[in-house]
């Protein structure tokens, strides 16, 4: 079982910048694959990138290529998002999830067995 944590959302401006967090709990953290998926009001939650067990390979939604980055330290068991250039189209809930059977980086929800509880992400324009 992995328990998972989000924190670092919040309101910002139009082309600024947020980081946000995703503390694991328990030993197997490095076993997994790690996600970031949002859902807007009205709309089915959405892939935004993944990163593979050892921190190596990176998947990103073409939506936020080139502005958002992930990364993890798994001696902190924690996985980060690091979101520039903040769009108003980008305000959701911010979801992190944990793969731990996949072998590639998934980009359904359906493939990710773990989830935390989400953090809103607002920006004003």
């Known amino acids: 079982q992995v328990q998972l944590v989000e924190s670092g959302g919040g309101l910002v401006q139009a082309g600024g910048s947020l980081r946000l967090s995703c503390a694991a709990s328990?030993?197997?953290?490095?076993?997994?694959?790690m996600g970031w998926f949002r859902q807007a009001p009205g709309k089915e939650r959405e892939f935004v990138g993944a990163?593979?067990?050892?921190?190596?390979?990176?998947r990103y939604a073409d939506s936020v290529k080139g502005r958002f980055t992930i990364s993890r330290d798994n001696t902190k068991n924690t996985v980060y998002l690091q979101m520039n250039g903040l769009k108003p189209e980008d305000t959701a809930v911010y979801y992190c999830?944990?793969?731990?059977?996949?072998?590639?980086?998934?980009?359904?929800?359906?493939?990710?067995?773990?989830w935390g509880q989400g953090t809103q992400v607002t920006v004003s324009s």
């Open positions: 999830a944990a793969d731990g059977r996949g072998a590639v980086l998934q980009t359904r929800t359906r493939d990710y067995d773990y």
């Open positions: 328990g030993r197997t953290f490095s076993s997994h694959i």
């Open positions: 990163i593979s067990r050892s921190g190596g390979s990176t």
